[in-house]
C-alpha cells in the first residue's frame, strides 16, 4: 500500500490552513470545536494537545486547521504536516465510524460571481478531485450531475470544481427566477450519494482541467506556473474560475493561459487579465514578460 503524502494548501481565511492527501481518507465531513467535541476521532484529540489548535476539520481527502493568534502558521506548518503524515501512516483510526453525530449535514449556498451569467453553488462537501469544465451536454456524458443539469432549458455551460459548481445560464432568464431551484436540485443530487463524476475515459480526459506537468517547462514557464498557483488561482477560484497555463512563447514573451468557469466569457476578465495577471507576472518576472493572453476570449 503506498504512503499517505500530504500538501500544505492555504485557504481564504487566514487562519485556516489544509494539508491535503493523496488519497481518500474518510467518507464523511467532519468539524470539531474542542477536545470533547472530538471523542470520536483520536487524530483530533491529539491535534488539539497542541495549543495553537482552535478548530480541526476532517473532510474526504484533506484535514484542515484553525489556529489561534498566538502563532502564524509559517511557524508549525512543516511540523503539523509531519506529525500528521507520521499518524496517517501508522495505521490509526482516524475516525470511530460508529459514531457519527459529529458528521456536518451537507449545506449549499449559491454565491454571485463578477460574471453576470454564472453563479456559483457553494457546498461542504469534496465534490470532485479535479476542476471539470463541460460547455455541452454531449461534452458532459462523463459526469451524470452535469447531465442533469444541462435538462434545465436555462443551462449554457456547467463547471465542476472541488467543492462548488459554476452554472452560466441563457441571457433570457434572470437568476432570480432560477437559483432555488437549481440549490434544491444540487443539494438532493449531492445528499442522495449520487455519482458526480464517472470514470472517465481516456478520449474524454480533455473535460478535467489538467496541467502540463512542471518538470517538463523551462524556467520562466516554471516561475509563471507557480505564480499562477500561488497568487492567481485562489483569487480566481474565489470567484467561481479557473486559469490555466498553456503556453510560454521566448521569441515573443507572450504568456497564453486558459480561462474557465466563471472566467470565461466574464466582462472584467481583460481588466483582471490585463491590470492583474499581466502586471504581476511583468513585476515579479521582469523582463520576460511583454504580454498574457487568453486562447479562449
Known sequence: MSQISLNIEPTNTPTILKFTANK?????????????????????????????VK????SANFIALERFSIVEWQDVQNEVKEQLVNYLNSGDV??????KQNQIPLEVYAEITPNPSVLKFVTNKKLVATNFEFKTIDEAKA???AMELFNFPFT???FLSE???????????????????LRSFIKQFVDEGKIIINQVPAHREKQAITEIPVEELDDVSKQIVSILNEHIKPAVAADGGNIKFESYIE???????????ACSGCPSSTITLKNGIE??????????????VALNF
Request: proline share 4%; glycine share 4%; charged share 25%.
Open 24 to 52: 481518500i481518507l474518510t467518507s464523511g465531513s467532519y468539524q470539531f470545536n474542542n477536545i470533547d467535541d472530538a471523542k470520536n476521532s483520536p487524530l483530533a484529540q491529539q491535534l488539539f494537545h497542541l495549543p495553537f
Open 55 to 58: 478548530r480541526v476539520y476532517i
Open 94 to 99: 482516524l475516525i470511530l465510524e460508529e459514531k
Open 143 to 145: 459526469s451524470p450531475l
Open 156 to 158: 449554457k455551460e456547467v
Open 163 to 181: 467543492n462548488y459548481i459554476a452554472i452560466t445560464k441563457i441571457d433570457a432568464i434572470e437568476w432570480d427566477d432560477i437559483t432555488i431551484e
Open 251 to 261: 521569441e515573443t514573451k507572450t504568456v497564453n493561459v486558459i480561462l474557465q468557469g
Open 279 to 292: 502586471a504581476m507576472l511583468k513585476q515579479l518576472i521582469p523582463g520576460k514578460i511583454e504580454e498574457v
